[in-house]
Structure formats: structure tokens, C-alpha cells
């Protein structure tokens, strides 16, 4: 069964970076492309970054310089890392999932928490 | 960026009555819409996908319509589980937008 599930620190301090990881069930990174989406808590999503199952990457130019997204096929994981965090980063994280040609998140994971304060 | 407006911003319907849930796009994204169900404390589940397809074990009572710019989503008779908030969201340019969300709750 198909599952994805971010993990990562819960509280991060302005001008930190922040890693999350999003380990996958279920299917194969190779096959599938893996996305992070983050919602300020309250407030509509925002796309932040893809994983391509080819293993290229694309990034929403909102994050450009400060976002970076890699993966471990070995492992079943996608990585985010951020830096440069601000109070503004606070909100919840997700990884989801798109499948090659297909422009819809079929599956998503829980979401991780992430709080910027010092 | 292209930018996905919903309306209503909330509603409020009663059991058994059928609503609709507007998304306008700033451009047009030739039918590579999706819309979205989230309930509190948990992640959006896929609803619909290419403006009008159904995805798999979603209720028949959900369905959506639209092209070019202009999109909605219909829930025809209205039950408690439906209640929530939704969202469109192209995927037609990036990066990828959503709409702002329609909070759907049950008179």
C-alpha cells in the first residue's frame, strides 16, 4: 500500500536550515515523482519543489537559492533542505506524490510541524 | 504565476443539498485542474483530477466541470463526511498554485 511519511525536527531557529525527509512504501521513486508543499497553518498550500523520478529536480523561484531537494533510492527517501529560515517558514510540510505526465497529487503524506522560534 | 481564485471563501449547506465551489484561473490551464478535500489535522485527499475525472473510491456525488479559465466542483446531496475545506489547485504551469480554499460546513 502506497504510504508516504515526512519526519524531521518539530522546532528550527531563524537562519537555520531546515531537513526533512519523506520516506516512501509502497512504490518506487523511479517511477514516481515526489513533491513538497507546505501550508502556513490556516491558509491555502504552496508547491515549494519536485523530485523527478528520473532523479532531476524543479523548484518554485518563491524558494530559489534557499531550497534544495534530494533523494537515496536505496533508502526510499526524498530530502528538503532549507536555509535562511524565517518566522514565515513556520507551517506544515508535506511530501506527495505525482506520477510522470499526471499534474495531481494522488497520494500525500501526514505532515510534519515545523516551527521557526528562537 | 498563475493564480487559482475560489469562491465562495465558506458556506454552509444542509444535509441532502447540493453545493458548488468555484476556481478562477488567471490564465487558461486547458483543463489540468484538481480539486482537493481536507479535514482538520490531516492532508488533502484527491477529489477530482483533470477538471472531471473521478478519482478512485471518491463518491459519485462529487463531480466537476469547467475549461479554459473557469472551473467548479459540485457535491450533490450533502452528508456530515463532507465537511471540510476545498481546494483547487493547476497543474498546468510552474509552479504548481492552489486556491485559496472553500470551508464547507454542514448547517
Known amino acids: 500500500q502506497v504510504q508516504l511519511k515526512e519526519s524531521g525536527p518539530g522546532l528550527v531557529q531563524p537562519s537555520q536550515t531546515l531537513s526533512l525527509t519523506c520516506t516512501v512504501s509502497?512504490?518506487?521513486?523511479?517511477?514516481?515523482?515526489v513533491h513538497w508543499v507546505r501550508q502556513h497553518s490556516g491558509k491555502s498550500l504552496e508547491w515549494m519543489g519536485r523530485m523527478w523520478s528520473d532523479g532531476d529536480t524543479s523548484y518554485n523561484s518563491a524558494f530559489t537559492s534557499r531550497l534544495s531537494i534530494s533523494r537515496d533510492t536505496s533508502k526510499s527517501q526524498v530530502f528538503l533542505k532549507m536555509n535562511s529560515l524565517q518566522t514565515e517558514d513556520t507551517g506544515t510540510y508535506y511530501c506527495?506524490?505525482?506520477?510522470?505526465?499526471?499534474?495531481?497529487?494522488?497520494?500525500w503524506g501526514q505532515g510534519v510541524m515545523v516551527t521557526v522560534s528562537s | 504565476d498563475i493564480q487559482m481564485t475560489q469562491s465562495p471563501h465558506s458556506l454552509s449547506a444542509s444535509l441532502g443539498e447540493t453545493v458548488s465551489i468555484e476556481c478562477l484561473a488567471s490564465e487558461g490551464i486547458s483543463n489540468y485542474l484538481a480539486w482537493y478535500q481536507q479535514k482538520p489535522g490531516k492532508s488533502p485527499q484527491l477529489l477530482i483530477y483533470?477538471?472531471?475525472s473521478l478519482q478512485d473510491g471518491v463518491p459519485s456525488r462529487f463531480s466537476g466541470s469547467g475549461s479554459g479559465t473557469q472551473y467548479s466542483l459540485k457535491i450533490s446531496n450533502m452528508q456530515p463526511e463532507d465537511e471540510g475545506v476545498y481546494y483547487c489547485?493547476?497543474?498546468?504551469?510552474?509552479?504548481?498554485?492552489f486556491g485559496g480554499g472553500t470551508k464547507l460546513e454542514l448547517k
Open positions: 489547485q493547476q497543474g498546468y504551469k510552474y509552479p504548481w498554485t
Open positions: 509502497g512504490f518506487s521513486l523511479t517511477s514516481y515523482s
Open positions: 483533470y477538471a472531471s
Open positions: 506527495a506524490r505525482t506520477y510522470y505526465g499526471y499534474n495531481y497529487f494522488d497520494y
